[in-house]
């Protein structure tokens, strides 16, 4: 990478947290992004120097765009969108949507998303193969993760503004959720 870094971000999807970067050479019209260290977009000469990049990230094939802006002069401001919101926005909702635990499990580390609105399960980047079971109190989604039996219990609140509350067991033991 050169020293035309112009812009760095973390985005957090179901399969994993992505680096994004992008390089912007000013004079060169030079623009290069990376998603976890590859080379996925290069335009060089480029002698418009404001406008817009699109590109995709994550196994899901999430749209993300760069949005290059001349502030005054020749200062830049560089925003990340994700599926058209900006990236603050999109993680407010995201955290919304989904729930997200990390735990080590015989000495790895093991990101769990689960997707509220499809009830899928992702460890690491793979989607989890499940077995959903409607239960006395709510649903239990089961998988197993290594030689471990897991399970996500989603159950009502009782009250509509929280509505429902997704927990991840592992052998039984409650699993605190994170938040990204």
């Given at each position: 990478?050169s020293?035309?870094?112009?812009?760095?971000?973390?985005?957090?999807?179901?399969?994993?947290?992505?680096?994004?970067?992008?390089?912007?050479?000013?004079?060169?019209?030079?623009?290069?992004?990376?998603?976890?260290?590859?080379e996925?977009?290069?335009?060089?000469?480029?002698?418009?120097?404001?406008?817009?990049?699109?590109?995709?990230?994550?196994?899901?094939?999430?749209?993300?765009?760069?949005?290059?802006?001349?502030?005054?002069?020749?200062?830049?401001?560089?925003?990340?969108?994700?599926?058209?919101?900006?990236?603050?926005?999109?993680?407010?909702?995201?955290?919304?949507?989904?729930?997200?635990?990390?735990?080590?499990?015989?000495?790895?580390?093991?990101?769990?998303?689960?997707?509220?609105?499809?009830?899928?399960?992702?460890?690491?980047?793979?989607?989890?193969?499940?077995?959903?079971?409607?239960?006395?109190?709510?649903?239990?989604?089961?998988?197993?993760?290594?030689?471990?039996?897991?399970?996500?219990?989603?159950?009502?609140?009782?009250?509509?503004?929280?509505?429902?509350?997704?927990?991840?067991?592992?052998?039984?033991?409650?699993?605190?959720?994170?938040?990204?």
């Amino acid at each position: 990478m050169s020293n035309d870094l112009a812009g760095v971000w973390e985005v957090a999807l179901s399969d994993g947290v992505h680096r994004i970067e992008f390089e912007h050479g000013t004079t060169t019209g030079k623009r290069v992004i990376y998603v976890d260290g590859k080379e996925i977009l290069r335009r060089d000469w480029m002698f418009k120097l404001v406008g817009k990049e699109a590109f995709n990230v994550g196994k899901s094939e999430t749209k993300a765009t760069i949005n290059i802006d001349a502030v005054s002069g020749f200062a830049y401001e560089y925003t990340l969108e994700i599926n058209g919101k900006s990236l603050k926005k999109y993680m407010e909702n995201r955290s919304k949507v989904t729930s997200t635990w990390v735990l080590n499990l015989d000495g790895i580390d093991c990101r769990v998303v689960l997707e509220k609105d499809t009830m899928d399960v992702w460890c690491n980047g793979q989607n989890i193969e499940t077995a959903g079971e409607f239960v006395d109190d709510g649903t239990e989604t089961h998988f197993t993760l290594g030689d471990h039996n897991c399970c996500v219990k989603a159950v009502s609140s009782g009250k509509r503004r929280d509505g429902i509350i997704h927990t991840l067991l592992v052998d039984g033991t409650e699993i605190a959720e994170c938040t990204e």
